[in-house]
């Protein structure tokens, strides 16, 4: 079997897998609850049962050394991308029925499950298809482009079915045409992953590196050098953040008397929508561009800092309760840029975590980590902020920082981890 050729038509393959990637994620944790909301489900319906979809994400690495295990990583996210194209077909289809909760529900989970899975495919073929120095090029690259795919998810799709709701004067109608399409869409991108992305996986040396069974994989993870310290920082590295992302949008739409700035539902959509995506997605770029050419080392604390010291200025707002246009987007432009440029660095040390055999199911590991550390802060923000009002939450979301830069001296990693090579093409 021929070696392994890292890099092959990286351009082309990283930016739709990674779309594809975030597009089902969006559909079938945020968009469902607008679906619903505008179908008539009450709202303790909606919070219940739409919480439950972002389950398969924390358990995934249950089930990842099976895709470690059995086939290959590019079959294993070409089917799950079917899958979930199936399952979406099945919302639009069944949502003109008198089941249409239950039927709905159910290939939501479908779509879940698959989506979740896709994901540990998409990233263990990143892992296996690029060089780790091109990890870090393209880490700003990827997170872009999930971004991107959350945008049109929470944007264009959404203002399609509110656009459909005011043509047929009918919102089951209107919602039912947006999921097909939605399923037309994520088939469409489907084939073109199917097109774009080599056979890496063929070749002597990936074959040889899959585990050997699946307690393995668990054992081989947690007996990783200064594992411990690695996943409290992992858990922690997103503290504030994880809280503010909740609580934002409630802060900028609550009345002045509850705190907030009482701005429109379409103002806030112009400033995060717009200015907040672009500011976004250049500080992921950037953040890996910068790791490519220094390592990880070098930028690890100024990303942490970045991605937590403009939360200073949400704190600001909420005591001042300016409602200035212009401090508010200015607030709005560091928060996301630095969220961008921070999550760099955070997502190339997952990646070094998952270093090794297994490193498939390894990085599903962490990133359940990840999404633990962002699930149970995110439930305790809303009880945090009715405690602490607007201006003592968001100064507890500023310490909250404190913990990952505790952590920071201890961590173990080669200073140059993720730089790229003179010789190594850009």
Known sequence: MAEIQKNKWAWAWVPILYFTQGLPYVIVVTVSVIMYKKLGISNADIGLYTSWLYLPWVLKPLWSPFVDLKGTKRKWFLWMQLLIALALFGVGLTLPTNLFFTTTLACFWMAAFASATNDIASDGYYMIGLSEKKQSFFVGIRSTFYRLAMVTGEGLIVILAGFLENHYGDNTKAWSVTMTATAFLMLALTATNFFTTPKYESSTKIVLDKPQGFL?????????????????FILTYRLGESQLVKMAAPFLLDPLESGGLA?????????FGTVG??????GGILGGILISRDGLKKWMLPMILSLNVPNILYAILAWTQTTNTIAVTITVIFEKFGYGFGFAAF?????????????TSHYAIATGFMALGMMLPGMLSGFMQEWLG?????????IAALPALFLLPFLKYPADYGKKNETENG
């Open 216 to 232: 393995e994989v668990f054992v081989s993870f947690f007996k990783k050098p200064n594992i411990g310290i690695a996943l409290a």
């Open 263 to 271: 701005y429109s539902t379409e103002k806030l959509g112009t400033i």
């Open 277 to 282: 995506v672009i500011m976004l997605s250049i």
């Open 347 to 359: 997502l190339m040390y997952l990646i070094y975590i998952a270093e090794g055999k297994s490193k």
């Open 390 to 398: 607007y201006g003592g939450f968001f100064i507890w979301v500023v």
